[in-house]
């Protein structure tokens, strides 16, 4: 499917993302090419919107997203069910186009080369696309004559990703024998089979049991250390925690943060979460923990106390010395840092798995105010 030249200019792109190293050229033909020196971002994608209009609906799926993602990097895009992140996936590996705003991926740009990028990405899309009936040396080899990898080299090619996977021994059973983490596993490296710039990974472990889900993370950041440049789309705040170098939350196809881990956890002006459990407390003990400058807030919520501070584990010692001074016993003593869950939860009020019908406000938010 090609997808028509269109004229765009990424001037206001540039300014936009601050990028004075990424540049667009007109070339002689007069089409936009995407330049981008080595080291820099690999995806950059400007203004994007993706519109699906229906009979009796019309649905925003991407609603004017910018960003850019590093060279190396494992990105992650996140967001509840019908966030968006599948379209913008969709259109950044050519499968669709964008109803405005364009993306350059490495030096092409998604309207004028999607070949050339289809050449430099692998793709692993979120419904499975494995040949079941096939045995898994047959799928990968269907896949890489698809992608042109010579006869010459492709074995190797296919016990060496075998191998990767722990897979070797299977090689020759059908897929429909496999657990969801051994197809899962699979489809990932098909996806890797020419060893392309950049990877697709749409919501890689869905599904997935705990054991797997930590069996397709490895595989994951295996591929990282070869230096290819992972997108993934997850609604799992863990996984994205534990791979993602940097991290993009979308709601309802906007993009509403994008940041290292822990720069989207100072979003949070409440930090941790202290619950002092106790049988009977003393208006004094509240008023003498209120005292302390590192904290930020007291409440009593039934049997509790909780306090949110800025650094939980620096006051509690404090804490627990005021109850000790009034000779009331505490009962039980947690805290709770901020999770990439609770960054959601503040930025838009719901948590992921509400999916668009939560306007319910979070603790932390109510804390916050
Ligand atoms: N081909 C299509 N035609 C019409 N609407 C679509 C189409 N593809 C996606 N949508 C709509 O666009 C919105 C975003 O869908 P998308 O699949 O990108 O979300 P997602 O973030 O990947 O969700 P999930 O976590 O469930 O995979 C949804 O409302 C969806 O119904
Ligand atoms: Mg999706």
């Known amino acids: 499917m090609d997808i028509p030249v269109q004229n765009i200019s990424t001037d206001k792109f540039l300014e936009k993302s601050g990028q004075k190293s990424i540049e667009r050229d007109t070339a002689k033909s007069g089409t936009p090419v995407c330049i981008t020196p080595s080291g820099e971002s690999i ?72 070949e050339k990028i289809r050449s430099i990405i692998g793709v692993c899309p979120q419904n499975s696309t494995l040949d079941v009936e096939l045995t898994a040396y047959d799928n990968l080899e269907f896949y890489g004559k698809l992608v042109n990898i010579p006869d010459s080299a492709l074995d190797d090619r296919i016990w060496q990703l075998l191998e990767m996977t722990e897979l070797a021994d299977r090689a020759n059973m059908k897929v429909q024998t496999f657990s969801g983490g051994m197809r899962r596993k699979l489809e990932i490296v098909r996806a890797f089979i020419h060893h392309p710039l950049i990877l697709f990974l749409d919501e890689p472990t869905i599904g997935l049991d705990p054991e797997s889900r930590r069996e397709v993370w490895q595989q994951i950041l295996k591929l990282n250390e070869e230096k290819t440049t992972i997108i993934l789309t997850t609604h799992y705040m863990d996984e994205a925690e534990k791979l993602c170098n940097r991290i993009a939350f979308v709601d309802k196809g906007r993009l509403i943060a994008l940041d290292i881990l822990e720069n989207l956890k100072r979003l949070i002006p409440a930090g941790d979460l202290i619950e002092i459990g106790f049988d009977m407390i003393d208006d004094k003990i509240v008023t003498a923990i209120r005292e302390n400058d590192l904290i930020n807030s007291v409440q009593i919520k039934e049997q509790k106390l909780i306090i949110s501070a800025k650094n939980g584990s620096k006051v509690l010692p404090a804490i627990v010395a005021i109850f000790e001074n009034f000779s009331l016993p505490i009962l039980s003593i947690s805290i709770h840092s901020p999770s990439l869950e609770d960054v959601f939860i503040y ?21 916050s105010l």
């Open 43 to 114: 995806i950059r994608i400007d203004h994007i919107t993706k519109i699906f209009k229906e009979k009796n609906r019309t649905v925003t799926a991407v609603d004017d997203i910018s960003l850019d993602v590093n060279r190396g990097e494992i990105f992650g895009l996140l967001g509840p069910n019908g966030a968006g992140k599948s379209t913008l996936i969709r259109i950044l590996t050519t499968l669709l186009r964008p109803t405005s705003g364009t993306a350059c991926v490495d030096t092409y740009d998604i309207s004028n080369d999607p």
């Open 347 to 367: 930025l838009t009020g719901k948590k992921l798995d509400e999916s668009n019908n939560g306007e319910k406000q979070s603790a932390l938010k109510r804390q």
